[in-house]
Structures are given as structure tokens and as C-alpha cells.
């Protein structure tokens, strides 16, 4: 696990905001989709956590499998109550029947960034996606599970996304390799 995430996690203030960082950390997907999950799409009737997550980004439907530990981080973590005529994991507080705000996500995000990075970190709200990602390909994520997550449909595009080269992660995958 990268030990940037780690940090931003402890800044930050809720479980709900916990869930929404795990989601986004171990699944890739943007903070746009996460806001808009419903209940059904993330844990069984019973309340526990299913073993996919259910995304819909632009009328199409993606599962993603969940890595061990996030339905750990799912029942450790519990959300607030279920807010009434209100099926979104994560509920607005203003607006029945709606889901949270970007602008929301963005500040609770931002506020631990800031907390972060008076601990010597540069990273922003805007390139934690980007973090997630890396994170994923690096510890094994195939690129073309990559470009699924991202909707893109090129090597390069996504590679270029990560910021990477392409020789660049075969070393850090090599190294990573060899290590265990």
C-alpha cells in the first residue's frame, strides 16, 4: 500500500468519508460514480458488503471484484443511518432523495490533502484518482482491467494516464516481483 494513502486516510474526519476513499482507493473509479451508489449496489439486504460493487457510469453497468480488504473497511466502517426516501450509500443532507455533492467530496478530500501535506506531501483531491490507479497497475492490476476502470480503450492512453512508462512499470513490477 502506498504510504501517501495511508496518511490521507488518518486526516480523514468520518467513516462515511473512510468508505468513500476505500471505494475509490481499491476499486478506480471516478468520485462522480462513487457519489452516485446505491445501497443495492454495495451491500445485500442483510447489510452486509456483496462481493462486487456494482458501478453504472454512463448508462452502462461495471462490476468490480473486491480486493480482501475492502469489505473488511465495509463492516468495520459502518455508515450513518439510512437517511429516509434516500437509497444512495452516500445520502445528501439537503437534498431528499439525492446523493452527495461533488463539491462535498472534493472538501472533505481537500481538507485531508491540506492535513497531509503539512506532513510533506504534494498531493491534491484532483490527482488522488490518478494515486488510486498507479497503486492498483503496481501492485498487479492488469492494463487492460485498468482501462476498463478509466473507459479507455488504448495501452497508451491509459499508460499516459498513469503517468508512467511503459519500461518504467515493468521495472517497478520486476522489482516487486523479485521482492516477495
Not at 157 to 162: G, I, N, R
Request: charged share 25%; proline share 5%; net charge positive.
Amino acid at each position: 500500500m502506498d504510504r501517501n494513502l495511508d496518511i490521507i486516510w488518518e486526516h480523514l474526519s468520518s467513516n462515511e468519508q473512510r468508505v468513500f476513499f476505500a471505494i475509490a482507493r481499491y476499486t478506480g473509479q471516478p468520485f462522480s460514480v462513487i457519489r452516485s451508489l446505491k445501497i443495492s449496489d454495495v451491500y445485500n439486504p442483510d447489510g452486509k458488503p456483496l462481493r462486487q460493487i456494482r458501478f453504472t457510469r454512463d448508462s452502462n453497468i461495471i462490476l468490480v471484484d473486491l480486493p480482501e480488504i475492502l469489505p473488511e473497511i465495509l463492516r468495520s466502517h459502518p455508515l450513518r443511518r439510512h437517511v429516509p426516501n434516500n437509497d444512495f450509500v452516500f445520502p445528501s443532507n439537503m437534498k431528499d432523495g439525492k446523493p452527495i455533492t461533488g463539491t462535498c467530496v472534493l472538501k472533505w478530500f481537500n481538507v485531508a490533502c491540506k492535513k497531509a501535506n503539512e506532513n510533506g506531501l504534494n498531493i491534491s483531491a484532483k490527482n488522488l484518482r490518478k494515486s488510486f490507479l498507479k497503486e492498483l497497475y503496481l501492485s498487479g492490476m492488469s492494463l487492460e482491467k485498468i482501462k476498463i476502470l478509466t473507459n479507455m480503450t488504448s495501452d497508451s492512453s491509459a499508460l499516459k494516464y498513469l503517468s508512467q512508462k511503459k519500461a518504467k512499470l515493468i521495472d517497478a513490477l520486476t522489482d516487486a516481483i523479485a521482492s516477495k
